[in-house]
């Protein structure tokens, strides 16, 4: 879910419901499907670690990305792959805020809404 | 009059005595319950009648075993990851060491000693050589071994025993330093962004 009160509509993009980190990051993951920490941090090289996993724990707990332990070859990793793609993404913030604006405005957001119909 | 005093005074040592042999710290904090409960009833039993010393013992044995019991189901609640393929590589630690391990879920590099168990994060098995894992663990387990919990500490000096808290993360390192070496440990201590790790490095590199 994204947090209602961190949405800043000034913003460009996805940076309207996401911080900058968050979107380099879920951006990296809808193009590679399934990457690890070291993968990203070699990506996103002007971030420091503990800035990536701290953003990458934040993003698993909200829900956006799903990660999975790999044990495999003796090694211990972390395995990182989005639980939606970007277009699901879309669906699930924009019936969140319109509801949300629906809750407020009632019918002048449907009718608002109906502009958009062809 | 004094038999009821003297019985409680029995059992509070005798927890205190188990604790100094197996170094159980609930132990201690039971002991302390049994001590200062033991001064209460002792001054009560003073305008009682002769059997109730009786009750007024077993009262203080139960609030003694009570306080182990709740202090046991606080250090079980903990919750830790648990995944099929790690489980035998903690295992392999855990059997080294002789303390029991826990793994946490983050991607953050952490590892801390907490009761009597130590943690390691998912990111710091990732992140870290085998090597420094193991020199990790080793300073965990010297603080799981032989330093004094915060809780216990405090509540010692409270209670104005002779257990002074004190900072021991050196002799830790230095125990570690034995176990792994002093170049390992060093590496795996930069890898943690420890505040003030620099410092820590050159006194573990200085010392003899």
């Known amino acids: 879910m994204v947090k209602l009160e961190r949405i800043s509509l000034r913003n460009e993009g996805l940076k309207k419901f996401f911080s900058p980190n968050e979107v380099r990051i879920l951006g990296l993951l809808w193009e590679k499907e399934r990457v690890t920490s070291g993968q990203i941090q070699k990506q996103?090289?002007?971030?420091?670690?503990a800035c990536i996993a701290g953003t990458l724990d934040r993003l698993v707990k909200s829900g956006f990305v799903n990660r999975t332990i790999d044990a495999s070859d003796s090694r211990v990793r972390y395995l990182y792959a989005p639980s939606c793609t970007q277009q699901e993404l879309g669906t699930k913030i924009s019936e969140q805020v319109v509801d949300c604006l629906v809750d407020t405005f009632g019918t002048a957001v449907v009718s608002s809404i109906g502009r958009f119909r062809r | 009059m004094l038999l009821p005093f003297l019985a409680i005074l029995v059992t509070a040592a005798g927890f205190f005595s188990v604790f100094f042999v197996w170094r159980r710290f609930e132990l201690l904090i039971a002991g302390q319950a049994g001590t200062a409960s033991a001064i209460v009833v002792g001054i009560v039993s003073m305008s009682c009648p002769?059997?109730?010393?009786?009750?007024?013992?077993?009262?203080?044995?139960?609030?003694?075993?009570?306080?182990?019991?709740?202090v046991r189901y606080c250090l079980t609640r903990k919750g830790q990851t648990n995944h099929a393929g790690l489980s035998s590589y903690?295992?392999?630690?855990?059997?080294?060491?002789?303390?029991?391990?826990r793994v946490i879920d983050t991607q953050r590099i952490r590892a801390f000693a907490h009761r009597r168990a130590a943690y390691l994060s998912v990111g710091l098995l990732e992140r870290l050589d085998k090597d420094e894992v193991t020199a990790v663990v080793a300073h965990e387990a010297y603080h799981v071994k032989y330093s004094p919990s915060k809780l216990v500490s405090s509540l010692a000096?409270?209670?104005?025993?002779?257990?002074?808290p004190y900072n021991d993360e050196h002799s830790a390192d230095q125990y570690a330093?034995?176990?792994?070496?002093?170049?390992?440990?060093?590496?795996?201590?930069?890898?943690?962004?420890?505040?003030g790790v620099e410092q820590r490095i050159e006194d573990l590199l200085e010392s003899e």
């Open chain 2, 157 to 164: 000096a409270l209670s104005s025993l002779t257990f002074v």
């Open chain 2, 50 to 70: 002769m059997f109730q010393w009786i009750w007024a013992y077993l009262g203080v044995v139960s609030f003694g075993l009570l306080t182990l019991s709740l």
């Open chain 2, 90 to 101: 903690v295992a392999t630690l855990e059997a080294q060491f002789g303390i029991p391990i």
């Open chain 1, 44 to 49: 996103c090289g002007d971030l420091s670690l």
């Open chain 2, 177 to 195: 330093a034995d176990v792994a070496s002093k170049d390992t440990l060093a590496r795996a201590l930069r890898k943690l962004e420890i505040v």
